[in-house]
């Protein structure tokens, strides 16, 4: 492959990287205290004037729905190797990548609209949802049941005449909090009689039907990401049309594997663009910090972990750039391997960095006068959300021992000796 990026994305990271100077890092502090004075006047979930401030510069400068390929509805969309290096740097400012359109969990909910959706669909839904006027959610973990393993999913979802009644509670649902969001993404079983991976079916549910209760935020380590939010969901004989069901009655588990697939390599470009910015603030730390009559920087462990950090940031780097080009010529399912290694890798890689870091900062690493916490934080989730790392390695060793197993007719037979 290669791995020079064109002169059409080096020119759109060079744009991209002066919006970010302008507008993105000088207004870290402006975003909290907004967010911070909506809590203290009682609602810590509406939407933020900054960054609707901040869209319209966006699309000015031609930096919006970047991260959806081949749609006639958004022709500014990038292949997944194209995106990656600017996905990447959206993913140093936790909130920023919301400002260019191409945040979770509305980049996956996007997706699955433009792939499985009717027209219909996708006027009433993913239009506003390019548009950046709407926002979405997708429910799929349940509080009740190890949902790694979805096929444990017990929300329901039957047919009675020409709607489908769903109930359920679900949780971690990314995204509900915030007052825009308008349209859920369900996933349920359709038909427990069926096939293990045939149950399950997934469907759209606007957030404001009768019968949908959010229940309670949930925290991270004590943030609840206001206003985005993941909340706890309640969906109690609430009735939508039958229209409203993606590409048919058990193709739930299909729809998935074509969702995440895009969502866990957004997810480790994000990452890597993270533990890039940790390394930075690492850095600047370590030359300006005096301790012991020296620099950080001219103690030896900095200066080991520093060198460590750009070898681990490099090569995950390295890792997505290769998943990325695989989805783009092979597509999603050719390259499963490499999008599980990513997803092992990448958040892993980030929470090293990123505590690195802290160190280095001290009790200030470890406050809210530096962003670290707050990306430890989000990258400590990302080895849940999408799969947690044990399944990850568990596919991925089936995969690597599959290429070791051969029938018993395909062996090679070994010699045989006397006495053997």
């Known amino acids: 492959m290669e791995f020079d990026y064109s002169p059409k994305v080096q020119a759109m990271q060079a744009r991209l990287l002066a919006f970010f100077d302008q507008h993105i890092y000088p207004n870290e502090q402006r975003l909290h205290a907004e967010i911070e004075a909506n809590r203290r006047a009682g609602n810590p ?77 996708k006027d009433q839904w993913l239009e506003p949802l390019l548009r950046g006027e709407i926002r979405s959610a997708f429910l799929m973990t349940e509080p009740a049941v190890a949902s790694s393993d979805a096929t444990n999913i017990e929300c329901s979802i039957v047919r009675d005449g020409d709607e489908y009644v769903i109930n359920g509670v679900k949780w971690w649902s990314s995204g509900a909090g915030d007052p825009r969001c308008a349209i859920y993404i369900v996933m349920g079983k359709t038909n427990p009689e069926a096939g293990r991976h045939e149950q399950q079916s997934m469907i759209l549910v606007p957030a404001n039907a009768p019968g949908v209760k959010v229940l309670r935020p949930l925290t991270v380590f004590g943030y609840d990401d206001a206003p985005h939010g993941h909340m706890e969901i309640e969906l109690k004989n609430v009735r939508v049309p039958v229209g409203n069901l993606l590409l048919g009655e058990g193709r739930g588990f299909e729809i998935a594997q074509g969702r995440l697939g895009p969502g866990r390599i957004h997810h480790c470009m994000r990452s890597i663009g993270a533990a890039e910015r940790a390394l930075e603030l690492m850095c600047q730390r370590a030359v300006s910090r005096v301790a012991f009559g020296k620099t950080l920087a001219q103690q030896t462990v900095t200066q080991e972990r520093i060198a460590e950090a750009r070898c681990m940031i490099d090569q995950a780097r390295l890792l997505t750039l290769k998943a990325a080009y695989m989805m783009d010529t092979v597509g999603n399912k050719v390259a499963k391997a490499e999008i599980a290694m990513i997803k092992i890798v990448a958040p892993n890689m980030a929470l090293q960095v990123i505590d690195w870091a802290m160190q280095v900062y001290g009790g200030a690493g470890v406050s809210g006068d530096t962003p670290l916490a707050m990306m430890w934080a989000h990258q400590r989730t990302l080895r849940f959300a999408d799969g947690p790392d044990e399944v990850h390695r568990n596919s991925l060793a089936k995969l690597e021992l599959s290429r070791h197993m051969k029938l018993p007719t395909d062996r090679v037979k070994m010699p045989v000796t006397r006495g053997a």
């Open 45 to 121: 979930w509406l939407a933020t004037k900054l960054i609707e401030e901040l869209k319209p510069l966006a699309r000015q400068a031609g930096l919006w729905n970047l991260f959806l390929p081949k749609s006639s509805r958004a022709p500014e969309g990038l292949s997944n190797l194209e995106y990656a290096p600017l996905c990447e740097i959206m993913g140093r400012v936790w909130w920023a990548a919301e400002v260019f359109n191409c945040s979770a969990p509305d980049t996956g909910n996007m997706e699955t609209l433009e792939r499985y959706g009717t027209e219909a669909q």
